[in-house]
């Protein structure tokens, strides 16, 4: 049984850092994926990671704030986001990846609950 769960979310002003973490208690090491979902819009795709942290992709708006990087001897993924502001206000999903494009929320089997982030202006 696949488990995953985030935490580290929190209220944060504008221009401060947070780190989110995602700890996958069951399965085989494979591409993970964090996406974030702000209130009334759509799921959006943000970073992946492959099984052993040699490949990573960004969408093109997190580029140069956010990091993606995992610690497979912990079964964790983390999510370093720097220069935050208001707007990435939304709630944070870690997943494991399936099949099919990893830039798609259908790529992805396995979802977290979720992590609050909440930037102050």
């Known amino acids: 049984q696949v488990q995953l769960v985030e935490s580290g979310g929190g209220l944060v002003q504008a221009g401060g850092s947070l780190r989110l973490s995602c700890v996958d208690s069951?399965?085989?090491?494979?591409?993970s994926g964090w996406f974030r979902q702000a209130p009334g819009k759509e799921r959006e795709f943000l970073a992946t990671i492959n099984w052993n942290g040699e490949s990573t992709d960004y969408a093109d708006f997190v580029k140069g704030r956010f990091t993606i990087s995992r610690d497979n001897a912990k079964n964790t993924v983390y999510l370093q986001m720097n220069s935050l502001t208001p707007e990435d206000t939304a709630v944070y999903y870690c997943?494991?990846?399936?099949?099919?494009?990893?830039?798609?929320?259908?790529?992805?089997?396995?979802w977290g609950q979720g992590t609050q982030v909440t930037v102050s202006s």
């Open positions: 997943a494991k990846y399936y099949t099919g494009s990893y830039y798609q929320i259908e790529g992805y089997r396995y």
């Open positions: 069951g399965g085989t090491l494979s591409r």
